[in-house]
């Protein structure tokens, strides 16, 4: 049926003239005025401009109840008024958990480069973007809005100027570092699609992210520093890319000294840019155009390609960055991860930068040089808010707390922790020694898939208690729900289940790249309907959320998330490896370690010491160092199902030395296996 053309509503007027006409503000090409309002008449109209600044002032319980009662009207307002748009939407949400589908924004052009760069450069062009915060100390390098602006269009003209455009994906294996960060923006752009590879994974690793995704190009530096130590890049992209045949194009900055020898495909990135001009058109998108792909561990062995979308990351993150932490205009914040991480992504780059923050981009480790450098940081960059992960804490705690004390901390506001369930020690030291007593601590858990920050306290909310080493309340628009365990939903509070979540929100993930099957499967058809995290999580009495970790076959080391059937992928290539069953098991500092259990083939020896180092290189060949396996147990056989399944369950409760409470053992194929694996466990113990 024809759309019914009638006069326009003063909501695509003022859109209209105030959101894509002003000074500065890009207007798309494309549809006229009349065309606009002729489509989009019949369709309901997202709040009018101006909305947001009325409803942000009421109390938080109320916003969130609006959040979650009329979503529509709370991200609309907010949408319409945070972001700058080159074409306004015309639908806040068209979303349908079952089939997968998330729209947010439905119809805007917008983008995330200009949020994050052009806005501030107009406002405020001389404020710190980035605080490069370089691996020796005292040496940090600082960079303004409008030189970012101007470097991210350097970056982006050479991108364009071979051939890079609209929906091409770009690898980028580099440290944390600006021109990191100008590569993620340049992307941003030209419309291309982003893929960021933790610089620790290995050549092997980076390979079969760039074919999954089919990457045109990738952007490296010559070298990467850490901790004093010299990371050899360039060398892990060219193992990498021998095997990768989309690759066009390798372009290299140059982080040392330390020239690179140069090969066919290789673009030096640095003198690339010095010729391309400081201005660069950005390109119009689609509010659910891709902006990113991260691949992230699942419980099958193949890493999986989270899709990031346009307005609603950019909304979601710059909202939680702000309301989580308490975020002021002019603060310094201060995330330690690294830029390959999403917690890089949303919390070092997106969502700070989308508010004008400072944000500090930290090269480095916490003991480097000593363990007070992230201390002695805060104190020379006055940092207000500094968002760690409990693996860092842990380390720190050991030290003596003058490593702390002897530095002045009195510009923090907000600390924060992020990655794994943070332990009342971790947390007391953090709140206590770090933060004086003085400092709301926000336990915050969310996942590469949730685009930023669900569950947290709320330190903004008056009164608003905090539990400690507990993340506690969802976040606007979130709707956690608990499910039993014959995928009932457990009402009331003290209870515990798989953690869901039954609405969807502007942040969440879109996609699995190539694989919008295995998206729904994983994610919405566990629970028909509802967003399964793959974490449990218990309701305390007051109706608070406390995650209690995964429920699959993901395990977390120092906060960096690997699926077991990875690790026991890349042992199985070895030829005198029928076998193999991976558990993860606690860990004072790490959080989670992992244990391999493995059978040998009989004809192997008596002598498995060589075998076991072999096992060792290829796990960190293939994936990296921190997947390695802690302990390894040669065992005969695997305790397996009638139908085959490794029981990793029995596996994990003789390591816990649990074994008299084995819970339902009916289906184990041959019991007496348990036997056989706790004898031979407590030899090697
Ligand atoms: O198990 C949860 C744990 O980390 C997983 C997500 O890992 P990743 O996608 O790598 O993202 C990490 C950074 C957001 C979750 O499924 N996790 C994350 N934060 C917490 C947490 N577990 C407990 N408490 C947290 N605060």
Redesign the pocket.
């Known amino acids: 049926m024809a759309a019914r053309c009638s006069p326009g509503t003063r909501f695509f007027k003022t859109l209209l003239s105030c959101r894509t006409g002003g000074p500065g503000q890009y207007r798309t090409p494309g549809l006229c005025e009349q065309q606009l309002r002729c489509r989009f008449s019949s369709l309901p109209s997202p709040p009018p401009p101006g909305t947001w600044s009325q409803l942000h002032r009421l109390p938080h319980r109320d916003l969130y109840r609006l959040s979650v009662t009329d979503p529509d009207r709370f991200w609309g307002s907010a949408a319409v008024d945070r972001l700058r748009w080159m074409r306004p939407f015309h639908q806040v949400r068209d979303c349908d958990f079952s089939s997968g589908k998330i729209n947010w924004f439905v119809g805007g052009k917008i983008n995330v480069s200009v949020n994050c760069l052009d806005v501030h450069a107009e406002n405020h062009p001389d404020r710190v973007a980035l605080i490069w915060e370089r691996d020796e100390p005292g040496t940090e390098v600082k960079v303004t809005y409008r030189e970012l602006l101007e470097t991210t269009c350097r970056l982006a003209n050479t991108l364009k100027s071979h051939e890079i455009k609209k929906g091409d994906r770009v690898a980028i294996y580099m440290p944390v570092s600006p021109i990191a960060v100008a590569a993620m923006l340049a992307c941003a752009r030209i419309g291309a699609v982003h893929t960021m590879v933790f610089a620790g994974f290995s050549s092997e690793a980076l390979a079969a992210k760039i074919q999954d995704a089919q990457c045109k190009a990738v952007i490296t530096c010559n070298q990467g520093v850490r901790g004093g130590r010299l990371i050899h890049l360039k060398s892990t992209v060219d193992a990498a890319v021998r095997s990768c045949t989309s690759i066009q194009h390798i372009f290299v900055s140059q982080r040392t000294e330390q020239p690179v020898v140069m090969g066919e495909l290789d673009v030096p990135l640095d003198e690339m840019m010095s010729q391309h001009a400081s201005v660069c058109p950005p390109e119009p998108l689609d509010s659910e155009d891709s902006l990113f792909l991260l691949y992230?561990s699942g419980s099958t062995g193949k890493p999986k390609g989270i899709v990031h979308t346009q307005a609603g990351y950019l909304l979601y993150t710059s909202m939680t960055h702000q309301y989580v932490f308490d975020y002021r205009d002019g603060d310094v914040f201060g995330c330690v991860a690294d830029v390959g991480?999403?917690?890089g992504h949303s919390y070092v780059v997106y969502g700070p930068l989308c508010n004008g923050a400072t944000t500090v981009l930290f090269e480095s480790t916490p003991v480097y040089p000593d363990p007070g450098r992230y201390w002695e940081m805060v104190e020379r960059l006055r940092i207000n808010q500094f968002y760690s992960t409990p693996t860092a804490l842990r380390l720190l705690l050991k030290y003596d707390d003058c490593w702390v004390k002897k530095y002045d901390r009195s510009s923090l506001r907000t600390l924060g922790?992020?990655?794994?369930?943070?332990n009342h020690e971790a947390w007391h030291w953090f709140h206590s020694v770090v933060g004086e007593g003085r400092c709301p601590l926000v336990?915050?858990?969310?996942?590469?898939?949730t685009g930023g920050i669900c569950i947290a306290p709320h330190p903004l909310e008056e009164g608003a208690p905090i539990i400690p080493a507990m993340?506690m309340r969802p976040f606007f628009g979130i709707q956690p729900v608990l499910m039993g365990e014959k995928g009932e939903t457990l009402t009331g509070d003290s209870v515990s289940g798989a953690l869901c979540i039954s609405q969807p929100w502007p942040g969440m993930a879109r996609s699995i790249y190539g694989d919008h099957q295995r998206f729904i499967d994983a994610y919405f058809k566990v629970y028909h309907g509802y967003y399964f995290?793959?974490?449990g999580a218990h309701r305390s009495e007051d109706g608070y959320y406390q995650?209690t970790?995964?429920m699959d076959d993901?395990i977390?080391v120092s906060?960096?998330?690997l699926g077991t059937a990875e690790i026991e992928d890349a042992l199985d290539e070895h030829p005198a490896v029928p076998e193999t069953a991976v558990i993860g098991i606690p860990h004072d500092i790490k959080g989670e370690v992992p244990f391999a259990f493995v059978v040998l083939k009989e004809d192997v020896g008596d002598d498995p010491t060589a075998i076991l180092q072999h096992l060792r290189g290829l796990v960190a060949n293939k994936i990296t160092k921190y997947a390695v396996p802690e302990h390894f147990l040669v065992v005969k056989r695997l305790p397996k199902t009638r139908s085959g399944k490794i029981m990793r369950r029995i596996l994990r409760k003789v390591v816990l030395e649990t074994t008299n409470d084995l819970g339902d053992v009916s289906t184990l194929d041959d019991p007496s296996v348990v036997k056989e694996i706790v004898e031979t466990y407590e030899l090697y113990r």
């Not at 922790?417 to 943070?422: A, F």
């Not at 336990?443 to 898939?449: F, L």
């Open positions: 992230t991480w999403i917690t922790s992020v990655g794994e369930p943070i336990d915050t858990w969310w996942q590469t898939e993340a995290t793959g974490d995650i970790g995964r993901v977390n906060g960096h998330r």
